[in-house]
């Protein structure tokens, strides 16, 4: 029953005239330094939808980017396998739900997207099939953001977009005599599947359900 601090989203407030403009690190924590993302961002959306992920974007706080769940929501996602010589659609059940701010940019809601998807190709939310990726679940915390930090930076790295991660992973090494210890074949897998979501529509996944 201690004394109650009200404080404000950075978002809600304006600066008095004459004050200092805040570091970028607190007025934009999630926005890319420099890159232009293309169809990358659309293409990755509809082949997530292939492992059940339904991408949700809705304006959020400025310290909020997004977020990966599994979803309460029962439902079915239609993914597109054929266009001609007429469309055929294919129906999967919906498991995840990736939240994206919409505030953002289309570089920095990528970057989100991508660092979101990796915890899931990491296997930190389990999986509903061990023969797409690994259920790893009960990893640490620094464990999980480590390698989902990882990923980003090396997809984003790749497709000429300046992120934050890096400064999330020089930051970390340091505080830290030493690495966390993630697993370079997921983070390796992971970064490959999530670029080649970005280049092309990929075929619907065996044995699912």
Request: hydrophobic content about 35%; aromatic content about 6%.
């Amino acid at each position: 029953m201690g004394p109650v601090m009200f404080v404000f989203d950075v978002s809600d407030t304006e600066p008095k005239e004459g004050a200092p403009s805040l570091p970028r690190e607190v007025a934009q924590p999630f926005e890319v330094r420099g890159g232009r993302v293309g169809r990358e961002l659309n293409q990755t959306i509809e082949n997530a939808k292939r492992d059940g992920v339904e991408v949700i974007q809705r304006e959020a706080r400025s310290q909020s980017a997004g977020m990966i769940q599994p979803t309460q929501r029962r439902g079915l996602l239609s993914i597109t396998i054929r266009e001609l010589p007429r469309i055929e659609r294919l129906e999967v059940p919906l498991r995840y739900e990736v939240l994206l701010s919409s505030k953002l940019s289309a570089e920095a809601r990528y970057a989100t997207l991508v660092h979101e998807l990796a915890h899931l190709y990491c296997g930190h939310l389990g999986t509903p099939n061990q023969g797409w990726w690994p259920d790893r679940r009960g990893l640490l915390k620094e464990v999980r953001e480590f390698q989902a930090e990882s990923v980003c930076y090396l997809v984003c790295r790749r497709l000429g977009i300046d992120n934050p991660s890096d400064e999330y992973l020089s930051n970390y090494v340091k505080v830290h005599e030493e690495t966390p210890e993630i697993s370079l074949d997921r983070v390796m897998t992971a970064t490959g599947l999530i670029e080649q979501m970005g280049r092309e529509r990929l075929k619907p996944r065996k044995g699912g359900a």
